[in-house]
Each structure stands twice: as C-alpha cells, then as structure tokens.
C-alpha cells in the first residue's frame, strides 16, 4: 500500500473525476487513521480512497445523511486538532 508521502494530492477536478469513475464501486472496509482522522475506504476492487483528516485551522471533510433526507440526520466531522466531532439523533447516543 503506498504511503501517505507517496500521495498524489488532487485538484477539485481531479477528485470529482475520481468519484465519478469509482461511483458504483462497493465498499468494503472504511477506518480512521491512527494518529490523525484521515479518512480511509478500501473498495471492493482493491482501489484505497484516502481523505486527510488534518489541519491545524479547517475542518477536512465531513459525512452524514444530508439535513432532511431521513428523520435521523447525523454528522461526522474531521475537526482541528486531529479530532472527531459527532452530532446524532439521541436515541443513538
């Protein structure tokens, strides 16, 4: 598996291309980097999507169900300082 210094860093083009051409792919594993929240989605095909999850002043990314497409909308969100936020429905927590 390459490295994280090994990694192409991609333009908005270049990533919305990428999602795009992988959008049917399943997934199979998906797990956070150990020292920072780096996002990391091993696909079926054996294709590794990496997000980084670090910066000292912006949130990295973020996932969730998208503000009223179902009842339980939820977020999880790469923070500054190498940290997780999560918001949820309170039967979940």
Do not use: H
């Amino acid at each position: 598996m390459a490295s994280k210094e090994n990694l192409k860093e991609l333009d908005d083009k270049e990533s919305f291309q990428l999602f795009l051409e992988n959008r049917r792919e399943k997934v199979k594993v998906v797990w956070l980097g150990s020292e920072s929240p780096n996002l990391c989605i091993l696909l079926e095909s054996g294709k590794v999507l990496y997000v980084n999850g670090e910066d000292e002043n912006y949130e990295c990314w973020q996932i969730g169900d998208g503000y009223g497409y179902v009842a339980n909308e939820w977020l999880v969100v790469a923070v500054p300082g190498n940290a997780i936020a999560v918001w949820s429905p309170e039967e979940l927590i």
